[in-house]
Nanobody, 124 residues
Framework: QVQLVESGGGLVQAGGSLRLSCTPSGGTFSRYAMGWFRQPPGKEREFVAVITWGAGRTSYADSVKGRFTISRDNAKNTVYLQMNSLKPEDTAVYYC?????????????????WGQGTQVTVSS
């Protein structure tokens, strides 16, 4: 059973940057697309970004386009989310997830494996 482990969350001032990392424990995420979701306080979980296996195509939520970058290092078995120009509305628990290739990546129902989440808090 693959488990995903996120790291890199924390408290940052508005305009600052953080980089989240996600690695699988007990397996590999080869052949899986990797996504990041977030759940702001009192709100539902929402899609942030996804990167496919192989070609490494990316897709982003409009709210983070131009500020966040998702990448993966298959040799290190790690996925990253570089977050720049952070805003207070980016405050959320961020989750890493893995979906079988060819899935509908914008829906969290597609994702088979999830991490425990890491808190990101952006102060104004």
């Amino acid at each position: 059973q693959v488990q995903l482990v996120e790291s890199g969350g924390g408290l940052v001032q508005a305009g600052g940057s953080l980089r989240l990392s996600c690695t699988p424990s007990g397996g590999t995420f080869s052949r899986y697309a990797m996504g990041w979701f977030r759940q702001p306080p009192g709100k539902e979980r929402e899609f942030v970004a996804v990167i496919t296996w192989g070609a490494g195509r990316t897709s982003y939520a409009d709210s983070v386009k131009g500020r966040f970058t998702i990448s993966r290092d298959n040799a290190k078995n790690t996925v990253y989310l570089q977050m720049n120009s952070l805003k207070p509305e980016d405050t959320a628990v961020y989750y890493c997830a893995a979906a079988p290739s060819g899935s509908y990546y914008l829906s969290d129902l597609t994702y088979r494996y999830w991490g425990q989440g890491t808190q990101v808090t952006v102060s104004s």
